[in-house]
């Protein structure tokens, strides 16, 4: 079954601190992952895109990583600022005949203290 | 580059009202999805359309849902009657993914936020 899990539910760091977010999967034929971030009420934004054949990928304090092997991956922040607060989507993307399909993952929401 | 545009931004209705949502995706994207993201939970997949063909709509509640891509270009989706448990907000994305193609573009809306009263 193509699924999608991420750990932890929920997370609450102080600012200036790191934090790290896991994504596993099992979707197959994977095509690639993406690492969403969403703010309460709005549409999720891109942070990262991985395909098969990376296995880390920076934006600014976020960081993933990729291990097609496990069929995992993380996120980090660095340095967390009280704007990170928000949730954390993992998406993975499968082909199937005709198109793609994507598999999200129920999120980490991150809280960051002063 | 634009992004993916969705209105209106809020909308409140009484139960067993109708409503519609509007989506303008990425000039050049041929897929589109709409979304439905119940407060705590991830977007649930309702539709995804291929130009202006359906792909995917096996989760779509078709006796009151429905939507449409005329033109292979904008969507709206619709709700008649509406039911309480409709409230949540409706996400739009697009991606140039189609066969052939490589994988990448797949962008979200900002959404609409629906509440049922």
């Known amino acids: 079954k193509n699924q999608v899990e991420q750990s932890p539910q929920s997370l609450i760091i102080l600012e200036g601190k790191n934090c790290t977010l896991q994504c596993n999967y099992t979707v197959s034929p994977f095509s690639n992952l993406r690492w969403y971030k969403q703010d309460t009420g709005r549409g999720p934004v891109s942070l990262t895109i991985?395909?098969?054949?990376?296995n880390t990928k920076s934006n600014g304090r976020y960081t993933a990583t990729l291990d097609a092997d496990t069929k995992q991956s993380s996120l980090h922040i660095t340095a967390s600022q009280l704007s990170d607060s928000a949730s954390y989507i993992c998406?993975?993307?499968?082909?199937?005949?005709?198109?793609?399909?994507?598999?999200f993952g129920t999120g980490t929401r991150l809280k960051v203290l002063a | 580059e634009a992004g993916v545009a969705q209105s209106p931004r809020y909308k409140i209705i009484e139960k067993r009202q109708s409503v519609a949502f509007w989506c303008n995706p990425i000039?050049?994207?041929?897929?589109l999805y709409w979304y439905q993201q119940i407060l705590g939970q991830g977007p649930k997949l309702l539709i995804q359309f291929q130009n202006n063909g359906v792909v995917d709509d096996s989760q779509l509640p078709k006796d009151r849902f429905s939507a449409e891509r005329l033109k292979g270009v904008d969507s709206t989706l619709k709700i008649q009657p509406a039911k309480l448990e409709d409230s949540a907000v409706y996400l739009c994305?697009?991606?140039?993914?189609?066969?052939?193609?490589?994988?990448?573009?797949?962008?979200f809306g900002s959404g609409t936020r629906l509440t049922v009263v």
């Open positions: 991985m395909t098969f054949s990376e």
């Open positions: 998406v993975v993307s499968r082909r199937t005949p005709g198109t793609y399909k994507y598999i």
């Open positions: 994305a697009s991606s140039l993914a189609w066969p052939g193609q490589t994988n990448y573009g797949y962008t």
């Open positions: 000039s050049g994207h041929a897929t």
